[in-house]
């Protein structure tokens, strides 16, 4: 079976059926996750930088007013700001206290923190202000890791789909295939056997294996006037 040539072209078409749709699957889900992360973090670095300002153009007590203001101000929850001393003593914001995976230096982390009594997915940008101040601006990402990994397994029983459609298809084809090289291969059988009046039959469908079998039957008929 596997030095069949029909074999092998069904492999090959649920090969290649297979591998485009996961790639394009596998691309639509980069595009996704890219798209919901670029959101997340311009809203985190514009915060940042606007709290920077405040503090820039009026001390600690701009930048917690600032914090202050989008604490009681935000309708949305998800928000994190914590602005602290350089004694990391709380100054303004959401959070009661400084967490130890900020430790690791300034730009981006993503951690877990407990919030409302719950281990919560958090994208946190770090940023040290003037004096040793430290300001900490992030959202909770953890219903969107969670949707993230829904859709990411429902792509995987969609891959687990194309493979089986891919498999089928690939068959369906190795017995199209077979179907007609069986004609060709019964006739030739026949004429074998000394019956010369035997002919391919033509489906009349004009392709490929209707040219060879006209071709055939051709020669089949040179052969019988021959003799």
Same mark, same amino acid.
């Given at each position: 079976?596997?030095?069949?040539?029909? /074999?092998?072209?069904?492999?090959?078409?649920?090969?290649? /059926?297979?591998?485009?749709?996961?790639?394009?699957?596998?691309?639509?889900?980069?595009?996704?996750?890219?798209?919901?992360?670029?959101?997340?973090?311009?809203?985190?670095?514009?915060?940042?930088?606007?709290?920077?300002?405040?503090?820039?153009?009026?001390?600690?007590?701009?930048?917690?007013?600032?914090?202050?203001?989008?604490?009681?101000?935000?309708?949305?929850?998800?928000?994190?700001?914590?602005?602290?001393?350089?004694?990391?003593?709380?100054?303004?914001?959401?959070?009661?206290?400084?967490?130890?995976?900020?430790?690791?230096?300034?730009?981006?982390?993503?951690?877990?923190?407990?919030?409302?009594?719950?281990?919560?997915?958090?994208?946190?940008?770090?940023?040290?202000?003037?004096?040793?101040?430290?300001?900490?601006?992030?959202?909770?990402?953890?219903?969107?890791?969670?949707?993230?990994?829904?859709? /990411?397994?429902?792509?995987?029983?969609?891959?687990?789909?194309?493979?089986?459609?891919?498999? /089928?298809?690939?068959?369906?084809?190795?017995?199209?295939?077979?179907?007609?090289?069986?004609?060709?291969?019964?006739?030739?059988?026949?004429?074998?056997?000394?019956?010369?009046?035997?002919?391919?039959?033509?489906?009349?469908?004009?392709?490929?294996?209707?040219?060879?079998?006209?071709?055939?039957?051709?020669?089949?008929?040179?052969?019988?006037?021959?003799?």
């Amino acid at each position: 079976v596997l030095k069949s040539l029909s /074999f092998r072209l069904a492999i090959g078409y649920a090969l290649l /059926f297979g591998i485009s749709s996961m790639l394009l699957l596998g691309s639509i889900w980069w595009r996704n996750v890219g798209y919901l992360d670029r959101e997340i973090n311009a809203v985190i670095l514009a915060d940042t930088r606007a709290i920077a300002d405040q503090f820039d153009a009026f001390g600690v007590a701009g930048a917690a007013e600032a914090v202050n203001e989008r604490v009681a101000k935000a309708p949305d929850i998800k928000a994190i700001y914590l602005l602290t001393d350089p004694f990391l003593n709380r100054v303004a914001g959401n959070l009661t206290a400084w967490p130890l995976q900020a430790d690791q230096g300034v730009g981006w982390h993503e951690m877990t923190l407990v919030r409302d009594g719950k281990l919560r997915a958090t994208r946190i940008l770090r940023a040290t202000l003037p004096g040793g101040f430290r300001l900490l601006v992030g959202r909770d990402i953890q219903e969107r890791e969670e949707r993230e990994q829904r859709v /990411f397994n429902g792509l995987i029983w969609d891959g687990i789909l194309v493979l089986v459609l891919g498999a /089928f298809g690939g068959y369906t084809l190795r017995r199209i295939l077979l179907t007609r090289i069986d004609s060709i291969t019964a006739t030739t059988a026949a004429i074998v056997r000394g019956d010369l009046s035997r002919r391919v039959p033509v489906r009349g469908t004009n392709d490929e294996f209707d040219h060879l079998t006209g071709t055939i039957n051709q020669m089949l008929d040179q052969i019988q006037t021959l003799i």
